[in-house]
C-alpha cells in the first residue's frame, strides 16, 4: 500500500469516529415552552414549585458553561501535545475527545436558557395572582 493510499484509509477510518456525540449521549431534553397551556390555572405553590424547578435548571446549565470551559482549556493543552507529536494530532485529539462533553454542556446551556424564559413567564403570573412571597 502506498503512502497515499495509507492517508486515504486512515481519513475514511477516523471519519467514521467522528460523531456530534448524538451516539453516545442521551436524546435531546425536551423543550421547555416559556407559555404553556394551562398556565392561567396554575396556584400560587404550583408557580413556586415550577420557579423553583427553572432555578435547578438555570444552575445546572451555568455549571455545564463552567464545566465546558475547563474542559476547553484542559483540551487544548492536550490537543497542542499531541499535536506537536503527531502531525494532526490535536485537531483529531479535539474532534474526538471534546464532541461529546461539548454537545452535552450546549444541552445544558440551551435548556437553561429555556428555563429562564419560562421563569420570567412564571414569575409575571405569580405578581398577576398576589401571591405571597
Do not use: H
Request: charged fraction near 15%.
Amino acid at each position: 500500500m502506498n503512502g497515499r493510499t495509507w492517508w486515504m484509509v486512515c481519513g475514511l477510518v477516523l471519519s467514521g469516529c467522528i460523531t456530534d456525540g448524538n451516539a453516545v449521549s442521551s436524546p435531546p431534553p425536551t423543550r421547555i415552552d416559556a407559555v404553556q397551556p394551562g398556565d392561567q390555572r396554575l396556584t400560587c405553590v404550583d408557580l413556586q414549585s415550577q420557579m423553583a424547578q427553572m432555578d435547578a435548571y438555570i444552575a445546572d446549565g451555568q455549571k455545564a458553561n463552567t464545566d465546558s470551559q475547563q474542559r476547553g482549556a484542559a483540551g487544548s493543552a492536550t490537543s497542542m501535545a499531541a499535536g506537536s507529536a503527531i502531525p494532526y494530532g490535536g485537531v483529531l485529539v479535539s474532534m474526538l475527545g471534546t464532541n461529546p462533553a461539548l454537545y452535552e454542556a450546549q444541552n445544558r446551556a440551551n435548556r437553561a436558557d429555556e428555563a429562564l424564559e419560562r421563569k420570567k413567564q412564571l414569575t409575571i403570573l405569580f405578581n398577576q395572582k398576589n401571591c405571597p412571597t
